[in-house]
């Protein structure tokens, strides 16, 4: 099962599509979880209560066969994310908008599900990671698990260790064709399938994304990156160290305050003394998890 819980926040910069990926991923799998329990048990399924038409929006173009009447999502999504997503809105998402623009200027009602620990998300094979308002930082999280992971394209926004790693190797990409706002199905079963043909690609991706993480996301890592990026953001400002002189840094008085400040100057020294050559560069990469995905 391909799996998400999170807040039901939208990007806040352009898209592929005029759709919250997000509130559009907890639909999809909301309807098509609630169509398979009909047929497991005879009755309805619950989805017209869910959705509510404010336009009479036409289905997505495309490949897939639209679904009338009902929610606005293809037959083939619907099946297909029966049997392979997981996604849950952790806040109640109220007779909203599933996007800005047609075909999904339709309002919907979504249930909220509990929080998933973090730890819990490792017992998933496969984790979405999908943008809210910006980038999502769950990534470095999601690379310490067993899992394989898939990530929204997301243009604006990277991590300072996004370079080590590649589309298709490191981890699935998926919201980046502009022409099929349900790529994420095709992805999941290009991914099953090269999982059941190449387990060793599959383990050779997680194994990569946990070197990076080991390697490059503990707290000294970075506090060592931070420590570059301002010696060199420092060398642009030739008078910056009698500005800085000039500041009353210290953090005085007890409790909660001297302890943080006891806690940052402990870290500082130390990264002050580490050598450079904690940054061993490790750009081995694993087998391509799909020959679909390009890098």
């Not at 592929?16 to 048990?41: D, F, I, M, Q, Y």
């Not at 094979?125 to 394989?148: I, K, Q, Y």
């Not at 699935?172 to 706002?181: H, I, K």
Request: hydrophobic letters at 40%; glycine letters at 8%; a positive charge.
């Amino acid at each position: 099962m391909t799996f998400f819980s999170g807040v039901p926040y939208c990007p806040d910069y352009d898209t592929p599509h005029a759709a919250c990926p997000r509130v559009l991923l907890a639909h999809l799998s909301h309807v098509a979880g609630s169509r398979s329990r009909s047929s497991r048990t005879g009755g309805p399924s619950g989805a017209g209560a869910t959705t509510t038409t404010t336009q009479g929006a036409p289905a997505p173009g495309g490949p897939l066969t639209p679904l009338p009447p009902g929610p606005p999502h293809p037959h083939p999504a619907v099946s297909a994310a029966a049997g392979c997503l997981d996604v849950r809105l952790v806040r109640p998402y109220r007779h909203k908008p599933l996007g800005a623009a047609r075909p999904f200027d339709v309002n919907v009602t979504l249930p909220a599900h509990p929080p998933t620990p973090m730890p819990d998300h490792a017992r998933y094979r496969w984790l979405l990671n999908v943008d809210g308002l910006a980038g999502s930082s769950r990534m470095g999280l999601f690379m310490t698990t067993d899992s394989v992971l898939l990530k929204s394209r997301s243009p604006p926004f990277i991590e300072y260790y996004s370079r080590l790693q590649t589309p298709g190797s490191h981890y699935l990409e998926l919201w980046s064709n502009a022409s099929d706002p349900y790529d994420v199905l095709g992805v999941v079963a290009a991914a099953r399938a090269t999982a059941a043909a190449d387990p060793a690609a599959v383990a050779a991706a997680v194994a990569a994304n946990q070197a990076i993480a080991a390697r490059y996301l503990s707290m000294q890592a970075k506090m060592l990156y931070a420590r570059y990026a301002l010696l060199a953001y420092h060398s642009l400002v030739p008078d910056m160290a009698q500005g800085v002189a000039k500041r009353d840094w210290h953090c005085s008085g007890t409790g909660i305050a001297a302890g943080l400040a006891l806690q940052r100057d402990w870290h500082w020294r130390r990264v002050m003394r580490a050598p450079a050559a904690v940054f061993g560069v490790h750009t081995a990469g694993p087998r391509r998890l799909s020959a679909n995905m390009k890098p």
